[in-house]
């Protein structure tokens, strides 16, 4: 299912124009909290309200232009008081004296462009929470880049995080056992009644290696040993699973530093 695109209002722009990179950080940020092994900066996220314990559509009313948007700057109008009638080759705008001329100019090329003008706006502000794809890189993620294109693999890792989280009185191994077998009911469960029912709603991802290891898991059972034919592909499987976990924990670690997602690769 294709994301849908959201750029802001009349007054205020989202940078990745769209709003679910920030909701994969506000539920990694809710995820994180409950994390025992990590400690959520409350200075950096104290404009963020009780995120731990309001839906994300309730937070997200409340705080989006607050937090994530920039204000465009220069807008346009469609009439000034006292002024002739515009015709179909005139547009009126507001240009702001308190920004640099070159963003001015850039947002003025943007509202051309809707009129057949060839440039776009370049150069926009950033708000004070941004997206930031590597620790410590400073400019704003166009919405080519890889990460807004690979959406689905970020929330993939956030529902990993979830189950590992839920497990967390198990020792490592188990423990990743337990989230495999968790994360694969819960897909497989939704996906069925989604087959079932007829529903027009998106599938849960079931990456390969996490439902072949289930299906391993199912097959042995009680018993410790396996075949020596199995255990090199389950080694690989097991290996992926683990790669998953890391990458989701990076990632609520980030989270909690007050960066999303970083370098989490």
């Given at each position: 299912m294709a994301v849908k695109?959201?750029?802001g209002d009349e007054a205020h722009l989202l940078p990745a124009q769209q709003v679910e990179p920030y909701r994969l950080?506000?539920?990694?940020?809710?995820?994180?909290?409950k994390d025992e092994t990590l400690?959520?900066?409350?200075?950096?996220?104290?404009?963020?309200?009780?995120f731990d314990q309001l839906k994300f559509k309730d937070w997200w009313q409340s705080h989006w232009r607050d937090l994530f948007a920039v204000d465009l700057g220069v807008r346009e109008i469609d009439q000034l008081q006292g002024a002739e009638k515009l015709s179909e080759k005139e547009v009126i705008v507001i240009i702001p004296l308190y920004q640099d001329p070159k963003r001015s100019l850039a947002q003025v090329s943007d509202i051309l462009e809707r009129y057949g003008a060839n440039d776009r706006l370049k150069d926009m502000a950033e708000g004070q929470f941004r997206l930031q794809v590597d620790d410590g890189q400073d400019k704003l993620i166009h919405p080519s880049t890889?990460?807004?294109r690979n959406?689905?693999?970020?929330?993939?890792?956030?529902?990993?995080?979830?189950?590992?989280?839920?497990?967390?009185e198990a020792d490592d191994r188990r423990r990743l056992e337990k989230t495999a077998i968790s994360y694969f009911r819960w897909a497989d469960g939704w996906n069925r009644q989604v087959k079932e029912k007829k529903w027009k709603r998106p599938l849960i991802e079931i990456p390969?290696?996490?439902?072949?290891?289930?299906?391993?898991?199912?097959?042995?059972?009680?018993r410790k040993r396996i075949s020596l034919y199995e255990a090199d592909d389950v080694s690989d499987h097991r290996?992926?699973?683990a790669r998953y976990i890391r990458?989701?924990?990076?990632?609520?670690?980030?989270?909690?530093?007050?960066?999303?997602?970083?370098?989490?690769e």
């Open positions: 695109k959201w750029k950080w506000f539920e990694f940020l809710q995820l994180a909290s400690t959520i900066d409350r200075d950096i996220y104290s404009r963020w309200g009780e890889r990460f807004l959406l689905p693999k970020v929330r993939l890792l956030l529902h990993i995080y979830r189950f590992w989280l839920s497990h967390a390969f290696a996490l439902s072949t290891y289930v299906q391993h898991l199912e097959k042995r059972g009680a290996r992926q699973i990458k989701a924990r990076k990632l609520a670690a980030n989270v909690a530093e007050g960066r999303f997602p970083g370098k989490y």
